[in-house]
Structure formats: structure tokens, C-alpha cells
């Protein structure tokens, strides 16, 4: 099944909570929540505060991408603020294995993501430890950029990984992500799609737009 997880990074910041709302009743099942502190990427948005905000207004998933350094120092007040998932980047962890050992131990789901110019290799050797692998199809820090046609082979390097180890960890994408690029990552092997600006802009609705999202995948399947 294909999964289209809204990220609120394109979302109407004075309205937060009823664009949260909007896409829980789309029948999304979860968002994602792009944290950034200004250093690993340039752009600075939420906090553990915003989590905890949107908690209170949504019972679906809330998946915290942490585009931050040093990941660990606020991995728990994440958590505690209601976060399901923490993914974090393999390039702000240095001790990655007990990062995301820390992060289950916290009793949410851990994911790795990487960035366009890292390697799968990087990853390898921790996907016993996620419940996500998430590839970076821009390079991070805003939403509305280009695609990055180049990662389509890191997907699929990742699906053949997993199914050489008979493992079931889903695979996701994020940046660039609509209606004609959808159909690519999905045959190469992405099973969940993080979508900002082309689910949250003026052109159509929350729900119009995730329909127009997995339409698109229906019509080259
Ligand atoms: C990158 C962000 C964006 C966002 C999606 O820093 O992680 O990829 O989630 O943005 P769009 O879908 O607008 O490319």
C-alpha cells in the first residue's frame, strides 16, 4: 500500500492546527513535521512545542524528521511532547547503532534518512534497527525544490538490500515529491511518500491534492 504523508513544513503557519486537521480528515494517516535548527540545514522551524501542540488537535501519526546536529540531545523531549516516529540523518550521528537503539528505547519508532550525496553503504549496517528508511530526493532545508531524479537508484539499491535480507522496512521519500515524480519512486521501490507543497498550496485541497498524488500512481501501476 502507498502512503502519501503530508509534510506541514508547506502548511499555513497561522493556521497550523486546522491544516493538521484537514488532512487527518483527507484520511491521512500521518504527517510529517520538519525540524530544522539553522545549522545542519539553512532553515530554522519547529520545536518540541509544536509537537506537543499538534498532539492535542490530531490522533494520527506524527513523524518527526530531525534536520538537526546532535540529534540525541533532544530525541526525549520529542518523544515526551508526542512524537510516533523520530527519524533522524545518518550524517548527524556519529554513534548512528545507539542513536536509534535510544530512540526505541524511548518507545517511539526510530528512522534513518540520508541525504543526496550519501551513500547506502552509510546506512547498511543499522536496518535491523528502523522502522523507516527515508531518502532524501532534495537536499534538505525547504520545501518546493526540484527532484532529484539521481536518487531514484539509491531507492532501488535499498529495496534489493532488503529483500536480499528478507526484511520489511518500508521505504520513504522526501522532497520533490507530486503527481509525475510519484509514479517513479513507487516503481522504484518507495512505499511511503512525504509530500509539502505539492498536498499544502492554493491550487486545491488537502484531500484533493493527495487523491491527485496516488491517481497518478493508480494510472502507471
Ligand atoms: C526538506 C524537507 C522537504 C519537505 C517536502 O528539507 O524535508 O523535503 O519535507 O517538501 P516538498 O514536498 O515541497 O519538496
New binding site residues.
Given amino acids: 500500500m502507498i502512503i502519501i504523508e503530508p509534510?506541514i513544513?508547506?502548511a499555513d503557519f497561522n493556521r497550523l492546527g486546522d491544516q493538521a486537521r484537514e488532512a487527518e480528515a483527507a484520511g491521512v494517516k500521518a504527517i510529517?513535521i520538519?525540524v530544522?535548527d539553522g545549522r545542519f540545514?539553512p532553515?530554522i522551524t519547529f520545536g518540541p512545542g509544536v509537537v506537543q501542540a499538534l498532539r492535542t488537535v490530531v490522533q494520527m501519526k506524527l513523524d518527526v524528521?530531525l534536520?538537526i546536529v546532535e540529534p540525541e540531545r533532544y530525541m526525549e523531549a520529542f518523544a515526551h511532547a508526542g512524537a510516533d516516529r523520530l527519524i533522524v540523518h545518518q550524517e548527524t550521528c556519529p554513534h548512528l547503532h545507539r542513536t536509534l537503539q535510544s530512540i526505541r528505547d524511548l518507545g517511539v519508532e526510530a528512522g534513518v534518512t540520508i541525504n543526496p550525496g550519501t551513500p547506502v553503504s552509510a546506512i547498511a549496517e543499522v536496518f535491523d534497527l528502523v522502522d523507516l528508511i527515508q531518502v532524501?530526493?532534495?537536499?534538505?532545508?525547504?520545501?518546493?525544490?526540484a527532484?532529484l531524479h539521481s536518487q531514484l537508484t539509491k531507492i532501488r539499491e535499498i529495496a534489493e538490500l532488503l529483500s536480499r535480507q528478507e526484511r520489511q522496512v518500508p521505504i520513504a521519500v522526501?522532497?520533490?515529491?507530486?503527481a509525475t515524480t510519484a509514479p517513479l519512486v513507487v516503481e522504484a521501490g518507495a512505499t511511503v511518500l512525504?509530500?509539502?507543497?505539492?498536498?499544502y498550496n492554493a491550487t486545491a485541497s488537502v484531500k484533493e491534492n493527495v487523491t491527485s498524488i496516488l491517481a497518478s500512481i493508480e494510472s502507471t501501476a
Fill in positions: 509534510s513544513l508547506s510529517q520538519d530544522m540545514v532553515n524528521h534536520m532524501m530526493t532534495v537536499n534538505p532545508g525547504f520545501g518546493g525544490q527532484f522526501d522532497g520533490g515529491i507530486d512525504i509530500a509539502g507543497s505539492s498536498v
